[in-house]
């Protein structure tokens, strides 16, 4: 079977990521598979190119492509930033080949008519997805993020001492890490005063920032008490797995909070793999995958309020082992669902017909929002399952807004 892949680009983000893992396990499985990407250039493009995955970056080669004789059977389409013009090129020069669309934000695009399925990343952008209109007839199915688990594993405790020591972070430092990319809405600013109320009981606290949104940078430079200031870590970047995996091995504690949570949340799944047990933040006015990846009591705390997540970090910090232990049986969920074997099974199973559109009831949701150390915001339950009669009406940017609002006047950990 012959497979085109489709991705905005092949940078570092974590669309980009999953594109190149599902093109290399889907190779190695026996298929022919090449990737088209939007945009040219990105150190993804060399790791495919060096396993013998040919890259394409415009329709004349495409086209080329077809003129040999070569026809995807099938386009698996990562439709983040993937333009409608693009779309309609590769589709009218391969109309035969069935399309699956990697739904990155829960939400129906501009391809929905041409779909055979559209694939979600988990339960909650399952149940997301179906509550629009206009997926009420289309195939919908759950097929995770595909990790490369190989990569992440916990650091020895040399690597440990080494990591900490060139990036100035005391022996006794209890570090609070958290991993993203610059983008806002991936940053929910409130992080920093989590940290100034965990820091004031517990001074040793420090909180590393990799890739911290510009909203997040400005709040900290505003910070009037120098004491807490000196005790934040603002890295740019970190580029390479490797890079990543000592980040992780270094910390102790990955806190997780976005004003738009997660459609997936690989750095939890990577932090998980490498020791690191997750606090993180349902947004259930948003999405709110990262509940899942994480797992409550599995690889780490999940919490739906601000004093939750307190609460959540003081017994890490008080309890040390516990917080190991969450991270080793969640490494083992991970390995069993996530990684890139597993992943490709599913879709294999998708492709031949032999999983079937998945059905998200009220039972499910209610247990999923139980699932935290503390109790769900009050009547949000009733807002969620009046969401699908909403979107009738109004549009999925102002359900947002107001049940956002609502969150709002029951827990501070929101960010507006």
């Known amino acids: 079977m012959k497979i085109l892949t489709v991705v905005c680009g092949l940078g570092i983000g974590g669309t980009e990521r999953t594109a190149e893992n599902f093109s290399i396990g889907l190779m190695r499985c026996g298929y022919d598979v090449k990737v088209y990407a939007s945009s040219e250039g990105g150190e993804r493009a060399e790791n495919l190119r060096q396993l013998g995955i040919e890259v394409m970056y415009s329709y004349s080669e495409l086209h080329e492509l077809k003129n040999s004789g070569w026809t995807p059977d099938v386009i698996h389409l990562h439709s983040l930033r993937v333009s409608m013009e693009a779309f309609m090129l590769i589709h009218n020069l391969f109309p035969g080949a069935r399309i699956y669309e990697q739904n990155v934000f829960c939400t129906p695009t501009k391809f929905t008519p041409y779909l055979s399925s559209s694939l979600q990343l988990s339960q909650w952008c399952l149940w997301y997805y179906s509550q629009f209109p206009s997926t ?246 009733f807002l969620l399952c009046m969401k699908k009669v909403l979107l009738y009406v109004v549009p999925d940017k102002y359900c947002r807004f107001f049940f956002r609002f609502w969150c709002r006047l029951f827990d501070k950990a929101v960010q507006m």
């Open 136 to 381: 009420k007839r289309v195939s919908k199915t759950i097929l995770p993020n595909a990790i490369n688990v190989s990569n992440f594993y916990p650091c020895s405790l040399v690597e440990r001492e080494d990591t900490r020591r060139s990036y100035g972070i005391a022996p006794d430092d209890f570090v609070l890490l958290r991993v993203g990319q610059p983008y806002n809405g991936k940053w929910n600013h409130k992080i920093i005063d989590v940290f100034i109320d965990f820091h004031k009981k517990y001074p040793r606290a420090l909180l590393w920032l990799v890739g911290a949104s510009p909203s997040v940078v400005h709040k900290i430079s505003r910070l009037p008490n120098k004491s807490v200031k000196n005790r934040i870590l603002l890295t740019d970047k970190l580029i390479g797995d490797e890079k990543l995996r000592l980040c992780y091995g270094a910390s102790d504690v990955f806190l997780h909070m976005a004003r738009i949570g997660e459609t997936f949340g690989i750095v939890l799944a990577e932090a998980i793999l490498c020791g690191l047990p997750v606090v993180t933040h349902q947004t259930p006015y948003s999405e709110n995958s990262q509940a899942e990846v994480v797992g409550h009591l599995r690889g780490g705390l999940v919490a739906n309020r601000y004093g939750g997540i307190i609460a959540a970090l003081e017994r890490l910090y008080l309890e040390p082992e516990f917080g190991k232990k969450l991270a080793i049986t969640g490494a083992t969920v991970i390995k069993e669902r996530y990684s890139i074997q597993s992943s490709i099974n599913l879709f294999q199973s998708i492709m031949r017909g032999e999983v079937h559109s998945w059905k998200y009831v009220t039972k499910d949701l209610k247990i999923y929002l139980r699932d935290a150390i503390d109790a769900p915001i009050p009547g949000i339950l």
